[in-house]
């Protein structure tokens, strides 16, 4: 088992920057794809962005691409993402999620989900 805890969330204006923090415990996340997703109200949710367990590859949504950076740090078994120049439709709760083994693609079947963080940007 996997227990992930984000944290950094919060309120931001327009243009802002934000970092989210996904905390692992139970298992080292260095055999794992991690990534963040998020839910807007009323609206399904959706990838945002996933880093591979082996390479670091990474994967965004195009609506975050040039903005917002994953990584991870398998040492602090952490994974980050740096949310820069922030608008308010990046307003949502955003989660993060582990894959054993897997490529931290949008299609990929994430086992393990966190609770999740408020992220809100104001105009």
């Known amino acids: 088992q996997v227990q992930l805890v984000e944290s950094g969330g919060g309120l931001v204006q327009a243009g802002g920057s934000l970092r989210l923090s996904c905390a692992a415990s139970?298992?080292?996340?260095?055999?794992?794809?991690m990534a963040w997703f998020r839910q807007a109200p009323g609206k399904e949710r959706e990838f945002v962005a996933g880093?591979?367990?082996?390479?670091?590859?990474?994967y965004y949504t195009d609506s975050v691409k040039g903005r917002f950076t994953i990584s991870r740090d398998n040492a602090k078994n952490t994974v980050f993402l740096q949310m820069n120049s922030m608008k308010p439709e990046d307003t949502a709760v955003y989660y993060c999620?582990?894959?054993?083994?897997?490529?931290?693609?949008?299609?990929?079947?994430?086992?393990?989900w966190g609770q999740g963080t408020q992220v809100t940007v104001s105009s």
């Open positions: 999620a582990a894959d054993l083994y897997g490529s931290g693609h949008k299609g990929a079947r994430y086992e393990y």
């Open positions: 139970g298992r080292t996340i260095s055999s794992y794809a």
């Open positions: 880093i591979s367990w082996n390479r670091g590859t990474t």
